[in-house]
């Protein structure tokens, strides 16, 4: 089975401070996601990579950066830490893209601001 | 814009009392309609895929049928075990590896 893996559970940092979520995935999947999930809300897609070194904003780009060095490995980068951008972070990858294909999550990263 | 909506929001049901949870969809083009099951701090777990009007699918006691416009996860005779919150999803046929649109969920408890 494929395994989406994030780095961190839970994490609790203070405004302004500069923050790391790192994602792995074991199965050679081209296209890696970043959502985040809030109550009420939904998923909403953050940003996205279907290459190395390459990327697309989704959604809900704004206050995040990505960076996709590896195949295997996707970050997503908090600049500059905002209490409104404390959230549950899921990751997600897929094989291709193509037709119908379905995505597989990592646990999720409780992330709080403070 | 591609627009997911699920209904109920949440649903308490009795075990062995039979149910269905909701999924209307508006997309350019349907690619596929995706059902994940999502357990407290955890992440999606996938389910179904459906990728045209009149497909079925079913894994034990889950069927789930697909219309032009909507589809339906239908839960037989429902245990404790399958208390978890139920999202659709959709992709369109845009093109690229853009994911999928979301709805917000349906929060399903099955009381013993």
């Known amino acids: 089975d494929v395994k989406v893996t ?22 050679d999947h081209e296209n890696m996601f970043w959502y985040r999930q809030d109550p ?19 959604d809900i780009p704004e206050g995040y950066s990505v960076s996709r060095e590896k ?10 830490a905002s209490t409104n951008q404390t959230s549950m972070y899921l990751c997600a990858s897929s094989l291709t893209g193509r037709l119908g294909e379905k995505l597989f999550f990592g646990s999720g990263t409780q992330l709080s601001v403070l | 814009e591609d627009q997911v909506t699920q ?5 308490r049901l009795q075990e062995g009392e039979s149910s269905s949870l909701n999924c209307s969809y508006t997309v350019s083009g349907l690619r596929g309609l995706f059902w994940y099951r999502q357990d407290p701090g955890k992440g999606p777990e996938f389910l179904f895929t459906l990728y045209s ?6 894994k034990e006691r889950l069927k789930a049928t697909l219309t032009k416009k909507e589809s339906f996860l239908h839960i037989t005779a429902p245990k404790p075990e399958d208390s978890a919150t139920y999202l659709c999803a959709v992709q369109a046929s845009g093109g690229g590896a853009d994911g999928l649109t979301f709805g917000k969920g349906t929060h399903l408890i099955i009381q013993p």
């Open chain 1, 6 to 27: 994030q780095s961190s559970r839970y994490l609790v940092k203070r405004t302004g401070e500069k923050v790391f979520l790192e994602c792995v995935q074991d199965m």
């Open chain 1, 71 to 80: 195949k295997e490995r996707f970050s997503l980068i908090l600049e500059s």
């Open chain 1, 40 to 58: 009420g809300l939904g998923l909403r897609l953050i940003y996205f990579s279907y290459d190395v070194k390459m990327k697309e904003k989704g």
């Open chain 2, 7 to 11: 209904s109920p929001e949440a649903l």
């Open chain 2, 53 to 58: 009007a009149g497909e079925e699918k079913e």
